[in-house]
Each structure stands twice: as structure tokens, then as C-alpha cells.
């Protein structure tokens, strides 16, 4: 076969190495425009695992790899003046010119003819002649331009400015990230050995302190000279040093996420950088590139016809991709997003910064490094006001919200039973909610329940008005005063446009087959064709729903609940007034965010009024509707929470969605945690996270980074009401109490856990 690899960086010297390995007889040339020794950039971090599937495919230039690497296990960051290390991270970093050298000699050994100082023009032209065209010429490759219409690149271009320097002043003992608050704004960067005596140092900052700086205007050798004095104190008087000195302008950039539809055309397939690209901030764009070459080779050796090597290429190496991408865009919108980091204490800023891309998590840290995650909770419990020496996990700390006190950070998230009658709770509710109070929990919420029959969102909820309900409630929230240690909380709510429709496990959201009742709401807007479009409100009905709210907060009190929640999400009548999806009205209720949270700030208050001030009351949102800037975005939702905050709202649960059907949410782990995130760290006021939360490790990693201060789970409280407890037992925590008739089976639990059996709950 003949071939050619435009463009001699990893991706295209590995390729040329991997087919000559498979088979000496392939023709193959690398075409280069630079020489050989003049490289963009200093050194790349590799894994180790990343080493031994290189080692498989070519055991000699592995080696010759290995030889070259520096190793360092810690990372170290400096930040407001404290220095703190963590380790157990295991990194390993090579020159980036080094690793090219060796490729290089490597390939030529091998009989591929290296062609340097030659630009590739177009691929067309060596299309006629080979069979076969690598298109590897990196982030900016001519060759996806030349055929875009059928690689399809999707190119999105990040927020953040980073110049990519070296030099000679040692980082070998860790991996550094620097965070510098200048009289401009904060500037960090990222450094790491990778040689004897250099260390690559990437300095990054936002658009903001960028132009502060005028960076975009300034030689390289001026931009260099104001990062060294930036970040004087941690280069022991060397200097900065750049090798990108072929290239024209300030050498600043902003990292391109790209990703190709496709990746081959006729007889020419993209690699490496080209086809896809990962942040440097998780250090994996030359493994994804070389790895990307090992497996094109099998394939084309493997496979009958190029065509069939190109598909399975395509979709093998996509995928990793994905993967790889999605990580690396946790980590990069970290950085895009520090300042919403930059006033946390720097254990916490530390957890946040290690646990960025979502690849590690809690009990990942335990292993890297049990003692410095002993004190990271040490100090969260003490912030918690637990001045105990041993470290506990962070989910068992406990948490106080007015004159309430949590003995933990769990809860169990609302979820409507639809075993009501008439509104009153059955003794369905009285077993279901008691053993969810027995489970563990610190908090345990019941289902929305409404504030009048017609509030319902179905004939099975449960409501607070009428006295046989308080009665009903009352014997609930009593015996789980008496008998367990657990908070309740009732969320108050009204149906709007989603109400009158079928129980939960029959059409979910679509009418009563009879007997429906009529709705109301922001706007005349029904939820979907098939429902029934409810009345626009009035100010008398304002009024009248204002005072069964008060009213039923009344009763929700005298019932002995703890907490009141208001229910202005997924699409109730609340949340109809909030997102303007389903708010069209142009009176004082309706149009900007302001007026449109005027109506559930105005029941918020007066349920207030009528609430004992040690009850706190929180509020749940959606912070995203999922239709993009139609609807409400994460960054309203922040404007939204500021608004609850001032008017005296004690923590933001934090949903998302179910506000119209045309939503796209992007589900996955923790999906809804981000929002929360988002809020707490912008405003100061405290959340609670929800959302495919189901592992005690999720838990702590949470709250752990500062993003949330409780965590609700909803559907795992279904399938098991004493989480909380095999949570305990899994992560062995011996201080969580069993209730007195349980303890002989808790203490099998822990027993068994200690031998990796018997709980249902992985940590
Ligand atoms: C600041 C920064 C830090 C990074 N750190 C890491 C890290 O720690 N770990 C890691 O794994 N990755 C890292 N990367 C990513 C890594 O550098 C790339 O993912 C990797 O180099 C991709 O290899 P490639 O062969 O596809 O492209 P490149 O390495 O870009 O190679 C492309 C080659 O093609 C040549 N070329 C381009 N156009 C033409 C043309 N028209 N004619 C002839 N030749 C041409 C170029 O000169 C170059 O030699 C980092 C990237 C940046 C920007
Ligand atoms: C059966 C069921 C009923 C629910 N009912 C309510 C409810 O009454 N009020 C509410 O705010 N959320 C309700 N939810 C949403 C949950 O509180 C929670 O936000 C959602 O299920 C995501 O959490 P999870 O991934 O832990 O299940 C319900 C969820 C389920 C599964």
C-alpha cells in the first residue's frame, strides 16, 4: 500500500510506524512543513496505562518513551497565599520535541521516508497518487477545510486565552496549578516537568483580564515578560521561554473543541487533532492521537476493503472520543468558570479543582491520597460545627437551616404517591413516609400536595385543605418525631396547567378520562394538545390561590411538619408564571423575569408571614427549561435564586425541565447538580442538589466541592428507604445510628460490608 500522512506530529509519524509494522512493504511517507527539530509547544503528560497499550504495538519506541519520562505523583496548588498537596496521581511527561525525536528515528528506521519543510497545499493532489492519505496535520489541518462539506467539523471555539511557554525553573516534585489574583483579575497556570531541567507552563486567564492586559497586541516576548512577572515568586528568577517563535502574532490562543461528523472521504480519513480534539486540561490529545493510529492499522489489516477499516475506525475512535471530550469539557468550563470558585477556602477550592473533569471522585481521592481526604473532611466536618478528630464523610455531617437542625446531609426528594383520597393521606402515606424516616435520612419531603381540590395534580394527591388532612399528616409527622431522628418536610403546590390529568402509573400528564376539572394559569397555554387549556388568572384568582397557600402552610404547621417547601417547578402553576414558555401575559406578572417572579415571590411572602420563624422555607425551581434561550437557562436560574434569596428564601431546591414538551435534556449522572453548583457559588445561597444522584460517592463529592449543601435523591428512596443506612455501612461508618429494633440486622450489615458483602450500595 502507499501512503501518506500530511503532517508529522504524533498522529501521522505513529500511523507511519504502525503500518510499517504490520507490514514492511507498505510505501510509506510522512510529509512535514516544519524541520525537525522545530516543534510548537514543550511537554505532553501521557498515563502509564496510555505507556502499555503503546508498548503492545511497538515495544521499541515504548521503551525509548519510558526512558524519557518524568514522573511525579503529587499535585500541588497554589492559591490566596496557602500551598496544598495532594498525591497518589501518578502522572507521567515527556517533551513534546522529545517524543517527535524518538518517533521520528523510530520511523525512519523503519524504512519511512520523512519529508520535512515541505508544506501540504491540498490532499487532493497526493489523493491521485496514493492509496491511501493521512490527514494528520493537527488542530488547524488544511484537509478538513478542503473537504468540510463531507467531514462536517463542528468547531467550537472556548473562552479562555492560554500561551503554551516553558522553562527551566523545577516543577519536578508536582504537578502545579498557580492562581494569581492581579490588580487585572485572576491568571493561573499549569506546569509540570518534563525533562531534567525544563517544565512546560501554560498560562491561561479569561477574556477579561486578557484585554485588561492587552495581550492580543503584544509581541510574545512582551507578553512573556509580563507572565514572568506575574508569576515571579514561583520561578526562582528564571525566565519564560517560548519555541513558538515561527509562529506569527502573540502566540495566545483559545482551545478549539472539534469534532468531525465524518471522518474519511474516498481514500483520505482524518486522525489526532485533526478529527477530534480533547483540552489540555486532561492532558489527552497525543494518546488519543497515537491510539487513534494503533487502531486505523489494525483495521486496515484486519478489515477486507479500506472502505469497512475507515467505518469501524470511525466508530471505535469516536466513541472514545466522546468520551474523552465530555470529560475534558467538565474541566474546561471549570476554568472558564473559576472566579465562581475563587472565594472558597482552599481545601475546598483544592477538592473542586481535583474532582473538575468528574473522572475522579471521592473515593478515587481516598485511594490517591486517604490522609490529605481525611483532613479535606475533617475540616468540612468541622465547618459543620463537628470538632470530632476522626474523619467522617461528608453526607454525615450534619446541617441547621433556621431552628432546624439535620443530623445529615441526605434527603428524600418529593415523589407523589397518587394513593390519596379526597386529598387525604391513607395509611399508604403513613408507612411509605415513616419507613423513609427509619431509613437514615436526614430530611424527609413528602409529595407536592395541594392547596384545594382543583390544585391537584391528579385525584390521587394529597392536599392540606381540609382537617381530616391535617389529622392525617399529623399522625405521620408524629411518629416520625417519636420514633426516628429524621426532619419532614412538606411541599405545598398547585397543579396549574398540569392538573386534572391521570395517576402517575397510568397517561402521565394526559386528562382524566372523566371527570376533569377546570385548570388555571399564567396564560391560556395548555400543556400539550391533548390537555385542556386553563384559564389565564385573574388578580381575584391570584388572591384566592394566595390565600389556600397561606392557608394550607397554616395547616401543614399545625399538621407538625418541620419545613415547607413551595413548589415553583416542572411546569405548575408557579413555575407556569416563571418560565416564559407559559407566561404571555402583559400585565405586571407577565414579561421580564422580575415581573414574572412577582406572583410565587408574592405567596412566598405571605406564607412566610404566617410561618414561625425558626421553620425554614425553601423553593423549588426549574433551573433550566432544556429549549436553549426560549426558555429559562442556567444563567436565569442564578438571577432567579438571587430573587428568592433576597426575598428571604432559605435554600433553592434546585430541578430542571418538565416546563414544556419540546425540552431536550442532556440526562447522565448528576446532570442537575451543575445548576446548583452554579447558584451557590454566584449567589452564597445554599442549594440542595437532585437529580440521578444514587451513590454515596456522588453524595460526597457534592458536597465535598461546595456544590450543593443537601443532596435529595428521589428514585433510589423507592427502591430502597434505608439508603442512607447501607450508604453508612458500605463507606463503614460505624457512628450512624440503627434504630434500637433494627440493630441486630445493622450490625450484620457492617459486618458483612467490611467483608465487601451484603449491601446493595456500592461506594
Ligand atoms: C497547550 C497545550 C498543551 C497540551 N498538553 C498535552 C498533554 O499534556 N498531553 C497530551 O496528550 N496532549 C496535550 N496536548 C495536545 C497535543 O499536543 C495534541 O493533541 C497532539 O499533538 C495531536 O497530535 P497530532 O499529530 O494530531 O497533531 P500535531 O501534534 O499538531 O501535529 C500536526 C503536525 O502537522 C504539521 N502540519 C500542519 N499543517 C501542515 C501542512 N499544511 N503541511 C505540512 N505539515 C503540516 C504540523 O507542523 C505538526 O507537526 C496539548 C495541546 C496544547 C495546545
Ligand atoms: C414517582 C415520582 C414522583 C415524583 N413526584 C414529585 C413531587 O411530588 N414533587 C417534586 O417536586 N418532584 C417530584 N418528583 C421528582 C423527584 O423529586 C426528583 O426531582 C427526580 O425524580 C430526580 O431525582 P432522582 O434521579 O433521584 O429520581 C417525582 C419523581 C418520581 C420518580
Sequence with gaps: MKVACLGGGPAGLYFAISMKLRDPCHEVVVIERNRPDDTFGWGVVLSAESLDILAENDALSAADIRRNFAYWDNITVHYRGTETTSGGHGFCGIGRQKLLSILQQRAKNLGVEIRFNTEVESAAHYAKDYDLVVASEGLNSKTRL??????????????????????????????????????KGWIWAHAYQFDDDTATFIVECNDDVYEKYGFADLSQQQSIAICEEIFAKYLGGHSLLTNASHIRGSAWMKFPRVLCENWSHENIVLMGDASATAHFSIGSGTKLAMESAIALADYLHEESTVAVAFEKYQDARRLEVLRLQSAARNSLEWFEDVERYLDLDPVQFNYTLLTRSQRISHENLRLRDKAWLESAETWFQSGAGVNDEKPRAPMFAPYKLRGLELKNRVVVSPMAQYKAIDGCPTDWHFTHYCERAKGGAGLVFVEMTCTSADARITPGCTGLYAPEHVAAWRRITEFVHAETGAKICCQLGHAGPKGSTQLGWQEMDAPLLNGNWPLISASGIAWSKNNQSPKAMTRDDMERVRDQFVASAEMAIQAGFDMLELHCAHGYL????????????????????????????????????VTPVEMPISV????????????????????????????????????????????????????????????????????????????????NSILMAGRADLV??????????????????????????????????????????????????RV
Design 146 to 183: 478542503e473537504y468540510a462539506d463531507h467531514f462536517k467539523p463542528h468547531i467550537e471555539l472556548r473562552k479562555c486565552n492560554f500561551i503554551w511557554l516553558g522553562t527551566h525553573q523545577k516543577f519536578d516534585d508536582a504537578f502545579t496549578f498557580i492562581f494569581e489574583n492581579t490588580d
Design 712 to 761: 435529595c435523591l428521589a428514585r433510589p428512596h423507592l427502591a430502597n428507604p434505608y439508603w442512607t443506612l447501607h450508604a453508612a455501612a458500605a463507606l463503614g461508618d460505624d457512628q450512624v445510628k440503627w434504630l434500637e429494633p433494627y440493630q441486630a440486622g445493622g450490625e450484620q450489615m457492617i459486618r458483612l460490608a467490611e467483608r465487601g458483602e451484603g449491601v446493595a450500595i
Design 620 to 699: 423549588r425551581i426549574s433551573a433550566n427549561d432544556w429549549v436553549g434561550s426560549d426558555g429559562i437557562t442556567p444563567e436565569d436560574a442564578v438571577d432567579i435564586a438571587r430573587m428568592l434569596q433576597q426575598a428571604g428564601v432559605d435554600i433553592c431546591d434546585v430541578s430542571s425541565g418538565q416546563t414544556s414538551t419540546l425540552a431536550e435534556p442532556r440526562y447522565g449522572r448528576m446532570y442537575q447538580t451543575p445548576f446548583s453548583d452554579r447558584i451557590r457559588n454566584e449567589t452564597g445561597m445554599a442549594t440542595m442538589a437532585v437529580g440521578n444522584i444514587y451513590e454515596p460517592d456522588h453524595v
Design 574 to 609: 408557579l413555575s407556569s408564571f416563571i418560565t416564559p414558555l407559559t407566561n404571555r401575559r402583559d400585565d405586571e406578572y407577565g414579561g421580564n423575569l422580575e415581573n414574572r417572579m412577582r406572583f410565587p415571590l408574592e405567596i412566598f411572602h405571605s406564607v412566610r408571614a
